[in-house]
């Protein structure tokens, strides 16, 4: 495993054509238009140091099912917060995986992983405790290998586009070494301006007044803020970013008037907010980033609907980010009216919209994507990313909002070692809805070769408006 | 396409039965219990004036779609409401969607016009830029023959029911006509009350007044209003009506004494009314439809959860009904127990509740209809009536509704031209779910074939009365 | 039917995997860790009595759907509240489902209850009014024979662990019987103490009397109150119990302050309570419950989202669970925060989650059970324990909670007849979902073989902790 027939339909006949349709992807170039690979190990170009560390400690999947399972996190690498002590052995922390692998079964982690070991490393032995040595040691070997450096892979996986993702308030220095190194437009970073957009963060004060510094704006007017903001997008542009993203509890969106708006940024930043001011501004705030994107043409991501770090003792012990976000029910409907009354009949702005609540899919997602210019349906996300979840995705939404309002997709790695994996999963996924369609008389053989050379390559490249210089 | 085995499972020896349960029912006659053709069509019988106007400018699926990738309404023959200019040209009109037909590739909009192509007009080749002009007249020709005039049509389909469905208000003038001309319970009206029971409609106040001058009561009293409701009712039955039709923003119901009733209706029609008021007034009438129905044997439909005309500027620009309509998160189990608290176990009334929030399947509809007397399931609606959407419906309320508290299907089409294509796609899916059933073991053969008939026939027929003068 | 194929995948490779995976859990003894067997059924081992009260009567899928369909509940031998009349002829009651039994093709009522006709009683010919007599004789000749015997049918059908429901205040005689007849820890009671939880029921303030009664401790006060539960719980373990089991229309919890609580139990108590109250009193019980579950090891089972007696008539007729509870949308991930908060991290804590709204399982009970060390999400439940049912389980968890976060299987039958029925009918639909991740590569062989145990055995065992003493 994988086979040559990995994850395609049983019957014979459509599997044959869920073939030849990935055989005419497999080797299509991959455009990575949302992760959160590390831009420094790009810029570095150093080895990646540890397998373990690399695939297991920073890996939210596994640390999640493990954790589950009663396993430490410390166990796996992950430091306390309060500097208790951690394993710092890859070895230790890998066999601990091994030991407890069984648990992966028929999860896409487990699918990745082994994906990863076979494609990357050239490992096709099952992991578990008597293998786990041996493997641990061919994978490091390899990693220290020139042809295993960040930038050598990028190559050898056919990345031709890479966004990684950062703060408004990140400096940006990796992305500007790469460009040095004639890397522009190839990795490139994402505005994600949570830091400054989100009142709740305990840092959001201290956010703003480092904005204001980094602009030279003044970020406690509203006309300032907004100004300082306008600086960091063109900082990202210059250093090519196409998108931003923003990470909101809710979808809710808000069109107040210039004078209401700049009240409430008045109440945010004096902190006499209310948890109601916090929402609304987070709401406001989406709407404005979407005027700016009309201006400066960056497409914009919203991500909303997960209860971040649910655990509290977790976070506390570990702080954010350590697979204790849970999904919540969501709705888009009623909320996004406010950004779409303003925005959503204007073809030049892209709007990609991801949910982890997919009872939105067919509900909601796929009839507002299906009619409204400005909106698109990202992937499905997270938990969703799996065999079993892009086939509902596919089932449930392109009847509705068709193919065309949707952008491919997205790997949402962290490590540059699985990226091959999570595209290689979906495209083959993608020739399996593809194939049934064409044995049942859906779609003719030429229009889903076509569709899935779009789906592999094609939309994610225009709706992120690769190459292009906004 | 579509070919002998359009639509049915891949795997040969299910796909023999289902070809074999299709070959069963394929031929039988159509019962259209609720749709939207235009009975002046029927009643005319003039040709259909114009295959592009008829089927891309009416449809409201098609019209969404184009409108999502940046086509002005306008360019599609939509008329603005301030009389602004658009697209007049049925040929151009026809050219437009032919240059975005790929934007269709696998819904069900391009499956239904492709079907309709072939199986209507005859013609086999793909829809494309090259192909529009000699399409567009060679349908065009076709549709001026006599044997394409409505009536010949309707003989032709097979159509031995069509309901279609007018405002309180509605003279009925056509169904007269088509009555005197032998047609009485063949094409037949629907009574569909929104117009005068909800009160947020501009035109309400107005309505009433009408209604009032229609029936001889006086509508600004509660006694009055009901009497002129049931005096419309009648008329409606003597026209040929078997059912009632009600869309609502929720499926809230209420009981309320008849002191709080006329309170409340009091309050509506004297313009002091609150949002709740128009809520509870909406939901109060549907328990006085009820009411009604036990007395006057009309079937009774609820269609709720649709946001309708979600795209503020659209509106504006064009009026309702231009594919900007988007579903909401609903609840059953609550909102109708009043209705169900007052009529639920009354065998003789036909409740028919239809959702678009797929998640209510199987949590809330069919266990209700599967309870119930009165209660049935609505076939699946307007974004759910196609492949994936039928076969949901069938996976996900079956086992606990059956199939006895479902009521066979609606085609809810706006053209006659369609309406072949949308019953044989649904007596195609249906008959690979039953395929799928025996040959798992859960249905045998004989079961299989009498459910393929109940399902393509009869349990539309009998549910909505047809035939019966109630 | 069931022949040996019965609910396998059409595909034949497919197929012939899950004859095999099925070949290997056919034979395996049942865990049944939660259900409605009658104690005094199996303490007495007196033959059950009539064939139609039994599995009609008792069967509130049955009655549900006949009712549906306009059969009155006294014709299928439900006893009005009233001493009103109803059928008590077995043979009557039998013939009013054989003529009616065509409303239940592809349920899994009609499945469970021809596999019992033909595994249990031989009987293979199809159920319809021709044969209703004839089987009828046949069925209850059987019944009355020694090795129809209830603890016969126990050993024959291979039930290592049947645990049935009591209430808080059950004197458990029936159990302590069988305990001395050398049934202990085979036939167990689950301590289901919703009696003495649910301030809104009826006889709550009786019932806390008589608890205070039953243990000698003063429950008008709070430490008596809590002190008297865990006598109970004690007195369940003694008995055999590993389990309590809770129904609550939310899943919302609490962990309020000890003064706070015994506040709260003071307003309980004193009639003085609010809905609030009442509700906020269930959700700090559950906390409750839980500390004492990390004390004395009872594994804790929470049920929530049915609206109990939905028909207010029918209840007033016949009384409670007569197939007239809805499920209703229900959300996890807020309600449970404070039961997690204070146990979640907690290993030796298993708290079993069920649902009856599907839309949760992949967007919060997946993504919660993987994540938590104490939650383990519980199989499908009620409506969703059919084959499409159990699929979905499946396919909307495996991929975020992955296997070991689940409990296996629970027939909450009411009838030991049924029992395996129900088991056989999972095993079949697992092994078919085990085959086809084999067939596209998502598992090896071996893996789905260990799996297949697993899910018919293993974890039900564990996780229920059989054959342990708490």
């Not at 297991?56 to 954790?67: G, K, Q, S």
């Not at 500097?83 to 069984?102: N, Q």
């Not at 940006?172 to 890397?183: E, F, K, N, R």
């Not at 979906?426 to 809805?433: E, L, Q, T, Y």
Request: no cysteine; aromatic share 8%; glycine share 8%.
């Amino acid at each position: 495993m994988p086979s040559v027939d990995f994850l395609f339909p049983a019957d014979p006949t459509t599997r044959a054509l869920a073939r030849a349709l990935h055989g005419h992807t497999s080797a299509m170039p991959i455009v990575s238009p949302h992760g959160h690979v590390d831009p420094g190990l790009l810029s570095a170009n150093e080895p990646i140091d540890d397998i373990a560390r690399e695939l297991v400690t920073r890996n939210h999947y596994i640390l999640r099912m493990l954790y589950s399972a009663g396993v430490p996190l410390e166990s796996l690498g992950v430091a306390p917060i309060d500097g208790g002590d951690f394993e710092r052995d890859g070895r230790a922390i890998w066999s601990t995986l091994a030991k407890h692998y069984h648990l992966f079964r028929a999860t896409p982690s487990k699918l990745w992983f082994d994906h990863t070991l076979e494609n990357v490393f050239g490992i096709d032995e099952p992991l578990n405790e008597s293998t786990a040595d041996a493997i641990y040691d061919a994978a490091t070997k390899l990693l220290h290998a020139d042809e295993y450096r960040p930038r050598a892979l990028l190559d050898r996986f056919g990345i031709e586009f890479l966004a990684t993702t950062e703060g408004a308030l990140d400096p940006l220095t990796h992305h500007g070494a790469m460009a040095a190194d004639g890397m522009y437009g190839r990795v490139v970073p994402t505005f994600r301006p949570d830091d400054v957009i989100d009142p709740d963060r305990s840092d959001f004060a201290h956010n703003l007044e480092e904005l204001g510094e980094l602009t030279g704006e003044n970020t406690r007017s509203w006309d300032g803020y907004l100004r300082a903001l306008r600086a960091r997008r063109s900082t990202f542009i210059a250093a090519g970013a196409t998108a931003s993203d923003h990470g909101h509890p809710t979808a809710l969106t808000a069109d107040l008037s210039p004078t209401d708006a700049e009240a409430l940024f008045g109440r945010i930043t004096n902190s006499e907010r209310s948890v109601e001011d916090s929402e609304l501004f987070r709401a406001q705030m989406l709407t404005e980033m979407a005027t700016m994107s009309t201006e400066d043409g960056l497409v914009m991501q919203l991500h909303a609907g997960s209860w971040r770090n649910h655990n509290r003792q977790l976070a506390g012990r570990f702080g954010p980010d350590m697979g204790a976000d849970i999904p919540t029910s969501i709705s888009y409907v009623g909320p996004l009216k406010a950004i779409l009354d303003r925005h959503g009949n204007n073809p030049s702005l892209t709007l990609i919209v991801y949910t982890l609540d997919e009872s939105t899919y067919s509900r909601e997602l796929a009839p507002l994507a299906g009619h409204y210019p400005a909106l698109k349906l990202g992937p499905p996300w997270w938990f969703h990313d799996s065999p079993e979840g892009i086939r509902r995705f596919r089932q449930l939404t392109t009847e509705t909002a068709g193919f065309a309002n949707t952008v491919g997709f997205n790997d949402d790695a962290r490590s540059l070692l699985t990226i091959p994996a999570r595209h290689d999963l979906v495209r083959r996924i993608d020739a399996g809805f593809l194939a049934g369609m064409i044995v049942d008389g859906r779609l003719s053989e030429d229009d889903a070769f076509e569709l899935a050379e779009d789906l592999a390559h094609g939309l994610a490249r225009d709706a992120f408006r690769v190459g292009t210089r906004p």
